[in-house]
């Protein structure tokens, strides 16, 4: 059955790798060099191998997501540090207990639009975070609530890089670039929302406004949650008044409150260009 399913005539590598542990005990094959190459873990880690090692983080989440059959998503970025609204006093500071309730409405929101997913069968519109706490873990949460799929891009990182619970075991993938993640991320994205957060979230926001920006990607509704967190944390009018972007540029992203007035963004839609 095997030679059947087989679609060329050369032997696979998982038949050589099962071969390769029955040869003798000797100095000759204990010696590194005679390590088959992809399964030399010194040698895939040399720095020589980088741009290997860029490309294998490309492609494995790129084919377990087409083997699934993941044809858009919609991606949620915010703070890993707001808690849940029954987390609250457990936050740092006051305001952080005060965002708590973006927790929830990036959990209705990811709820809503998973809703819609599951009409296509898990093929379109899927919640895609950064797999973390927080913001994050809102998003997985809510995708799971409504019974679908969502996905998780973690990071090796010292702190908080272990997955969330909520996110679809299946598509729970871990980086060692952060290039390589941030590519994923808006590979297949319908929709871009922000939530309030810190150093990672607006380097989401400014990397992904600028890729549209300079049209090195299509326009996708571009919605910020929180117009009092972004005007106080931006001043938008000043970078137009100064120059730095066009007044157009403005109009790259819509401020909401909630999420049902980001679905309706999302609903009315149409590409200016």
Known sequence: MKEELRSHPFRDSIEDIAA???????????????RIAFTDRDFMLREELRPVRLQLE???????????????????????????PEQRDTAKTQVLADLS???????????LITERSLAT????????????????????????????????LNIVLPHEQAPNTYVTPDLSFNFHYFAIRKMHFLMRAKAICVFPGGFGTMDELFESLTLIQTQRMKRVPFLLFGRDWWEKVVNWSMLAEAGVISPEDLELFTIVETAEEAIAVIDNWKDPC
Request: no cysteine; net charge positive.
């Open 20 to 34: 390769a542990k029955r040869i003798p005990d000797t100095p000759q094959t204990r010696a590194p060099a005679y």
């Open 58 to 84: 490309l492609l494995k989440p790129q084919l377990i997501m087409d083997e699934r059959g993941i044809e858009s998503t919609v991606v949620m970025f915010g703070g890993a540090r707001i808690p849940a």
């Open 101 to 111: 309730h973006y927790y929830e409405e990036a959990r209705r929101f990811a709820r």
């Open 121 to 152: 069968y898990g093929r379109e519109d899927v919640v895609v975070t950064g797999g973390g706490p927080g913001v994050m873990e809102a998003g997985n949460r809510g995708a799971h609530e409504a019974g679908g799929q969502s996905i998780g």
